[in-house]
């Protein structure tokens, strides 16, 4: 017996509604159960408070709980290798940041890959950092800080949290924008070569803004500019580092994501809850806090995002000639 072209025709069409029939309903089902947001970072730090934020939010607005999961080790690898392998169902999210966009050209032999096996869902904000000496260093502005390294090349010491930190690939950044040779210094976390810095035993770092403004203000430590393309309102008198070196702009960033597969319904929810939490006047008051500008956007900007930042600190990783295992 043959089908009629029309019956085929409506036979084929209704099977094809099915799946997206099924996403729908999963999607408004969907949180059923506890959703765990993954840290790559120990508690306290800026990814973590900004996780616990949002997850706070994001509870209140779905109505089950959101976990912050603290999963530090490897340079935040831990925590994405984790997010890669759980199901692809959307209660299990990650913390992204711009270490993972580091991390992918960093490390030679990672277990996964953050362009293939993560689906981004929503950015949330961008953290400036600052270019500071200690008081007692000549140099006042940036030109007189790269005058006096092109004048003392291999003398300036400039502190980092690792080999790959933030403090580090922005630093090798100014190096190979500037023309500077400065030796980096690198310690087991950002928090000892502060306190190098505060004391003295080292003259310069490019440390993110919310674990130094504390120190800036009491005048412990002397800012000469910020590694944003503007100007902050938190120091609106300190210069950006592109007024003197063109082009140059360093942001850390925060954003979640979920496994690759993940349904595109259960991801575009997602990703409008959480451009509805930022859009809350006491968030954006409270990322603030913490140093943080917000970011919003589609899951296509996020990934769009990501993707570039690979491509900018691939550049600084080889340049640096850094590696990690």
């Not at 099977?15 to 729908?24: S, Y």
């Not at 400065?182 to 770092?205: F, I, K, N, W």
């Not at 902050?232 to 979920?258: C, H, K, M, N, R």
């Amino acid at each position: 017996m043959s089908l009629s072209r029309r019956r085929f025709l409506s036979m084929s069409a209704s099977a094809a509604v099915v799946p997206a029939t099924l996403r729908m309903a999963l999607a408004q089902a969907y949180p059923s159960r506890p959703v765990r947001i993954v840290v790559g970072y120990a508690a306290g730090g800026v990814a973590d408070l900004t996780a616990r934020l949002m997850a706070q939010s994001l509870s209140e607005r779905l109505g089950q709980p959101f976990i912050v999961e603290n999963r530090p080790g490897g340079g935040s690898n831990l925590a994405a290798e984790m997010v890669t392998r759980a199901s692809p169902d959307g209660y299990t999210l990650l913390q992204m940041s711009v270490s993972n966009a580091i991390n992918a050209t960093l490390y030679r032999h990672l277990n996964f890959s953050v362009t293939r096996d993560i689906a981004p869902v929503a950015s949330i904000m961008r953290v400036p950092a600052v270019l500071e000496v200690n008081p007692s260093f000549p140099a006042k502005t940036v030109p007189e800080f790269i005058a006096y390294a092109k004048a003392h090349p291999g003398k300036v010491n400039l502190a980092s949290g690792g080999i790959g930190s933030v403090p580090h690939v922005y630093g090798e950044l100014f190096k190979m924008m500037a023309g500077v040779d400065m030796v980096h210094v690198h310690y087991r976390s950002s928090g000892p070569g502060l306190t190098d810095l505060l004391g003295g035993q080292v003259e310069a770092t490019i440390d993110p803004l919310p674990s130094s403004i504390a120190h800036i203000r009491a005048g412990h430590l002397r800012p000469l500019a910020v590694t944003t393309r503007a100007r902050l309102e938190i120091l609106p008198d300190v210069p950006t580092i592109g007024e003197f070196v063109p082009g140059y702009e360093a942001s850390g960033w925060q954003g979640l994501a979920a496994p690759a597969g993940t349904p595109r319904d259960i991801v575009e929810m997602l990703n409008h809850e959480v451009n509805a939490v930022l859009a809350d006047g006491r968030m954006k008051t409270r990322l603030a806090d913490l140093g943080g500008t917000i970011i919003t956007g589609s899951p296509d900007d996020f990934r769009t995002h990501i993707a570039a930042e690979i491509d900018k600190w691939a550049k600084v990783v080889r340049f640096a000639a850094a590696s990690a295992e």
